[in-house]
């Protein structure tokens, strides 16, 4: 199965040629909207290859239902999202480089469910990443730290004092591209992990000034996405693909994915 590989981050198009040869671009048409163009990209001797998706520069954000929908409909099985994020601890700096192990959800106004009629969204958030594909990242990216992701939606900054709030609620970076799409991902069965890069630092602290800190992060992230995908276990063995079982069962949900509602 391709991956799906969401650009939350300013990256240079010839950058991306590390992840292979440009071979495909489509738009996806959902029931919540367009996603794209999407351009999928494979190396030699790789099959079949990743979905790259920006999430960075367009005037509107993507409804994330339309995101994750349109990565079930392209076969996608993992989804990697490489967000720039806020470092709202005050030991994380520009370029500090961090995996979200958890996360509070403090959107208001996105989609929170597939799943307005069954009930089928009601699903355990244990973990809230996929397994699999954070233990590849800390293996080949071993300097990204575990943090507590607070999920926002702008696009405004927040205020120092939003800021020491949600210190002292334990969240250490802020981003605004994680969620709903992680839970969305799992109402969909599908896997979902992400790379973090401070860009920024909170608004309780002095602005870092930057010196080419989150654009060499950034190159070290590229470079370490083959090897990343390279090592995800094939077949699965997180659980994310079976976390509607219990709903099929039942006969809340079918065996085809594009009746659920």
Known sequence: MPHLLILAIPVPPRSLEMLGELTEEREVATPFG??????????????PGVWILPYFG????????????AAKDLGVQRILAVEGMVGLAHDLTRG?????????????????????????GYISQKPPFCPDISAAIRQHLPR???????GDEGPRHETAAE???FQQWGAQARGLN???ETYLAKELELCFAAIGLIAAHGADREPARGEGEVRRATREVLEALPAIFATLPDPPTCGCNHLQDSARQRGVLSNDWRTWK
């Open 96 to 120: 500090d480089m961090v995996i979200p192990v958890d996360y509070i959800d403090w959107t208001k106004h996105q989609p929170t469910t597939f799943f307005q009629q069954t009930g089928a």
């Open 163 to 165: 800021a020491r709030m």
């Open 58 to 69: 367009s005037p509107t954000r993507t409804d994330p239902r339309a995101t994750i929908w």
């Open 144 to 150: 990204a730290r575990p943090v507590i992701y607070l």
């Open 34 to 47: 367009p996603v794209g163009p999407l351009a999928r990209r494979q190396r030699s001797g790789q099959n």
């Open 178 to 180: 994680l969620v709903p």
